[in-house]
């Protein structure tokens, strides 16, 4: 079955940097799009990025400039690398896969902890 398991995840001065990861396995990760997702307490889940099958990537306005999302498809992972943190980046970050022929994001991983101090 799909599995997607985050990490990296953890506790960061507002300016600095985590790299979050998405282990994939149960499916063939070359044939998905894949992104990523976050939810701040009291909010509603947001998309943060997304990098198609072939590689074309979007990002949330908020976090374009700051946020870079990647794909090794020899590794069946994908990468949030978040740089010059802030406050406002608190979330729990989820990893989510979909076909590329499906229209919704149907396949979440459990999340993993972002935490950024003022």
């Known amino acids: 079955q799909v599995q997607l398991q985050e990490s990296g995840g953890g506790l960061v001065q507002a300016g600095g940097s985590l790299r979050l990861s998405c282990a994939a396995s149960?499916?063939?990760?070359?044939?998905?799009?894949m992104g990523w997702f976050r939810q701040a307490p009291g909010k509603q889940c947001e998309l943060v990025a997304v990098?198609?099958?072939?590689?074309?990537?979007n990002y949330a306005d908020s976090v374009k400039g700051r946020f870079t999302i990647s794909r090794d498809n020899a590794r069946n992972t994908v990468y949030l690398q978040m740089n010059t943190l802030k406050p406002e980046d608190t979330a729990v970050y989820f990893c989510?896969?979909?076909?590329?022929?499906?229209?919704?994001?149907?396949?979440w991983g459990q999340g993993t902890q972002v935490t950024v101090s003022s």
């Open positions: 989510a896969g979909k076909y590329i022929l499906r229209s919704n994001y149907d396949d």
């Open positions: 149960g499916f063939a990760f070359s044939t998905y799009d």
């Open positions: 990098i198609r099958s072939g590689g074309r990537t």
